[in-house]
């Protein structure tokens, strides 16, 4: 990992456009509009400390402590946990905006590691910054409280992905769920995303053999409902596919984009929730 050379903040789309907020700003002001001195300390926060990770690097490993948090700025990164026999699950994939360890600085060691799936820019928040940040700007400390929440939300739906749901609907709601995190933090305005990650990869998200997701994949496409051309995925009927994956977005508490549907926050995910 190379640290980015210092810039003024500036954040894009998959489409190369400027985006006037960081993603963290964007994620998080789908839960309350920050003020513009609550936004303008996390566009701060976010633009000071920043690495560049190359693809299938660790960011932090189950066992070691930082006293940062870190931020996905670009890229996809995921949490994980490898067993002894060398087998791996995948818990949750951390998109644009997304904090990996916002409570890491109160705790002694990681339980699990986060790792990167594509080449991604992580920003570093001290802890120390952050704790202050907390306990002087309610505001901010209520969206983190939000977030989260979300977390917990993402992870009780691949509970029930283990326990309920068939591989369709598995990978069906999997796929939705990327759609509309993406479409949130403003990173696509469309339905094709940058989702760059192997058959393994989904098995070891989803509970699945590798074959199992070919096959089911192949299913998709052929229903009309997704298609893929190597990294890009294009979501080719969302109602479609949310009706497959029985999706519904109250885990991800996306409370802006319901009660305030001509917000920006809502604009960007509008007709699909």
Request: glycine residues 6%; charged residues 25%.
């Amino acid at each position: 990992m190379v640290p980015v050379a210092s810039a003024p903040p500036e954040y894009r789309t998959a489409a190369g456009e400027r985006l006037l907020n960081s993603p963290l700003v964007m994620k998080m002001e789908q839960y309350r509009r920050f003020s513009d001195e609550d936004r303008r300390l996390l566009n701060d926060l976010t633009s000071k400390r920043q690495r560049q990770y190359g693809a299938r690097e660790d960011i932090i490993r189950e066992g070691e402590h930082s006293p940062d948090i870190h931020i996905v700025l670009s890229g996809l990164a995921c949490r994980y946990k490898l067993l002894e026999n060398g087998s791996r699950q995948i818990m949750a994939f951390l998109v644009p905006g997304d904090p990996c360890d916002a409570e890491i600085f109160i705790l002694k060691a990681m339980d699990h590691s986060i790792g990167t799936l594509a080449p991604s820019v992580v920003a570093s928040v001290s802890g120390d910054v952050m704790r202050d940040l907390m306990l002087s700007r309610p505001g901010i400390a209520l969206a983190f409280w939000w977030n989260t929440l979300q977390d917990e939300g993402i992870l009780r739906e691949r509970i029930i992905d283990e326990g309920r749901r068939d591989a369709y609907g598995r990978l069906a709601f999997m796929i939705y769920e990327m759609l509309l995190r993406m479409r949130a933090v403003g990173v696509i305005e469309d339905q094709t995303f940058d989702f760059p990650i192997t058959q393994v990869d989904l098995a070891d998200a989803t509970g699945l053999t590798p074959v199992h997701i070919n096959r089911t994949l192949q299913k998709l496409r052929e229903d009309g409902l997704i298609a893929t051309e190597g990294k890009r995925w294009t979501v080719l009927n969302a109602a479609g596919l949310r009706r497959a994956a029985q999706f519904e977005a109250s885990y991800l508490h996306l409370d802006r984009a319901v009660n305030e549907p001509d917000s920006e926050a809502g604009k960007r995910l509008r007709g699909l929730i």
